[in-house]
């Protein structure tokens, strides 16, 4: 079931530990995740865009935004259509590898 597209709601109590976390330490990565995935063989940029885009217009955890809203931090979704356009994909353009030293 979809949420609501930006109503404010409280934190659950793991996100309000995180929140307060990160007001302490504004510059700390320790809650960043990232992980890139290499695709090799024939490529369509718009295709995959489309792709992506209907992925995070599906899913509200793509859409969660934060923010501090005076009576404390709240959290809301935003309307499906709000991503980013654009990309930082480097399909278009292979990349070189360096042999691996053994």
């Known amino acids: 079931m979809a949420a ?7 934190l659950m109590a793991g996100q309000l530990g995180i929140w307060n976390a990160q ?7 320790a809650f ?15 295709l995959f865009q489309e792709a992506l885009r209907r992925t995070l217009d599906r899913a509200d955890a793509f859409r969660l935004r934060f923010t501090d809203s005076g009576g404390g ?6 309307p ?3 991503a980013p356009s654009g990309s930082s ?14």
């Open 73 to 78: 931090p709240r959290q809301y979704v935003d």
């Open 4 to 10: 609501a597209e930006n109503v404010l709601r409280e």
């Open 32 to 46: 960043n995740v990232s992980e890139y995935v290499e695709l090799r063989g024939e490529f369509d940029v718009e």
């Open 89 to 102: 994909t480097s399909a278009a353009r292979p990349t070189r590898r360096r042999p691996r030293r053994s």
């Open 80 to 82: 499906a259509g709000s």
């Open 23 to 29: 007001q302490l330490e504004p510059e700390s990565l």
